[in-house]
């Protein structure tokens, strides 16, 4: 049975969340309802299907899904199911082949999804069935985004750059704006026992670092200024995209950046970032505020963006358990050493091996775990952190931010809009009834 939404699990604007929604089955049914068949959901990148017939396969939600090049050169996704009796059509994760043929009993289907035989065609089914209406069922929507290729089961969704809106688009820019990218074979996955909100919330947590990672700390894996700073920045957008984490002043950029153009050496790691932001053109693309940020973009519900040049897919796995796929995308242009030392720091830092990953996986797994206690779930968790401390700036660019320190600006912000996608019962109630980013005092 699903669960009937109530406007009780998310209260006082966020800053008080019920731990049901973290451990209850019905939720969590809904959820695959309202937020994985509905929004539009990061597939794969472009450079993963350099040409017809590459395909990558993942999910939207529990869906399972072809992302594939058709002989056109169009990106299609299609639902990785079988419409004979449900097996999966395609098992591999990703390369290469001329059509999809079901192991099971051996339809064939062509790289846009279409049936084009089945054995005993004549002679079983007598030439009686109607191939056109047994095609493997498509994404209803499908669209990239300077390469980042999206999908939604939806077919009322709004276009993806509405959707993105300019906080979306900034996230992504802050990856695409590097470079001509190309996935770095070998997509991480592992599992995680945790609900899929609690790793979503971690990524805007900047308050967890100098406890949960103490010891990275300690082993001088990154110093204290890189890891654990206390000056923030946070923008929150339309349908729960949110960037939160480190910001730096117009004067603190400014200085950066003169340094850096005298070829000094960078002295910690936002001042590496800002030197990686030299560029006009990539100024201009992120924008006045953009530039200065340096946290970590979420496109809701699940892709977190990351700045070791890795975007993060949590794949919801039921109410306890979440997959993580970690893609890293590097620009073209790198040499063989940069491209080493760039894969090097993205299999240390997070990902399975990942040092601060096995950090933060054991905390999400307790958290979940503790919402799965008949009495402990009926206490809610503790989200208040700098509410109404803070104000929304806006810059004549119109972007706006929260300039502050650490907080859970964007955590609150999350779960509102989380509360707002499950009150909706389709895109136009979720279009009408959606918060828009807040203005002022916050
Ligand atoms: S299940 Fe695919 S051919 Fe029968
Ligand atoms: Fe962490």
Redesign the pocket.
């Known amino acids: 049975m699903t669960e009937t939404p109530s406007d009780d699990w998310v209260r006082d604007g966020g800053a008080s969340v019920d731990r049901r929604i973290f451990s209850d089955r019905a939720i969590y049914e809904l959820e695959l309802e309202r937020i994985f068949a509905r929004a539009w959901q990061f597939v794969c990148h472009e450079s993963q299907l350099p040409e017809a017939g590459s395909f990558f396969t993942s999910y939207l939600g529990e869906d399972p899904v072809i992302a594939v090049r058709d002989r056109t050169g169009a990106v299609r996704v299609l639902l990785n199911t079988?419409?004979?009796?449900?097996?999966t059509?395609c098992r591999a994760e990703q390369g290469r082949l001329a059509s999809f043929l079901?192991?099971?009993?051996?339809?064939n289907f062509d790289l846009d999804g279409r049936l084009v035989g089945?054995p005993g065609e004549d002679r079983f089914y007598r030439d009686a069935l109607d191939k056109s209406q047994w095609g493997l069922a498509t994404a209803a929507q499908v669209e990239s985004y300077r390469g980042f290729v999206f999908a939604t089961l939806d077919p009322d969704a709004p276009p993806l750059e509405t959707y993105l809106g300019w906080v979306g688009r900034l996230g992504l820019d802050m990856m695409a704006s590097q470079g001509d990218l190309a996935v770095v074979d070998g997509v991480q996955k592992n599992r995680i026992r945790c609900n899929w909100k609690i790793a979503v919330d971690n990524l805007y947590d900047w308050y967890h670092v100098k406890v949960s990672h103490g010891t990275a700390l300690k082993l001088g894996y990154l110093d204290e200024a890189s890891m654990a700073p206390m000056d923030q920045m946070v923008i929150l957008g339309e349908y729960g995209h949110g960037i939160g984490g480190p910001g730096v002043t117009e004067t603190q950029f400014a200085d950066f950046q003169a340094r850096m153009s005298r070829g000094e050496e960078p002295s910690f790691w936002y001042d590496f970032q800002a030197g990686r932001r030299l560029e006009p053109e990539r100024q201009r693309e992120l924008g006045p505020v953009g530039n200065r940020s340096f946290g970590h973009p979420n496109i809701f519900p699940n892709l977190w963006v990351t700045l070791t040049r890795q975007v993060c897919l949590r794949i919801p796995r039921g109410p306890y358990e979440t997959e993580l796929w970690w893609f890293t995308l590097l620009p073209r242009h790198l040499t063989d050493e940069q491209r080493r030392t760039a894969i090097a720091a993205a299999n240390h830092t997070f990902g399975p091996a990942g040092l601060l990953e096995q950090d933060d996986g054991e905390n999400w797994s307790h958290s979940t775990r503790g919402a799965m206690g008949t009495v402990a779930r009926r206490r809610p968790i503790n989200l208040s952190m700098g509410q109404g401390q803070d104000v929304v700036l806006i810059d004549p660019s119109g972007q706006s931010r929260i300039e502050t320190v650490v907080n859970e600006h964007g955590q609150r912000w999350t779960y509102r809009c989380w509360q707002e996608w499950m009150n909706a019962d389709s895109w136009s109630g979720l279009m009408e009834n959606h918060s828009m980013p807040p203005t002022g005092a916050i």
């Open positions: 079988c419409p004979h009796r449900g097996n059509v079901c192991s099971y009993h051996g339809w089945m």
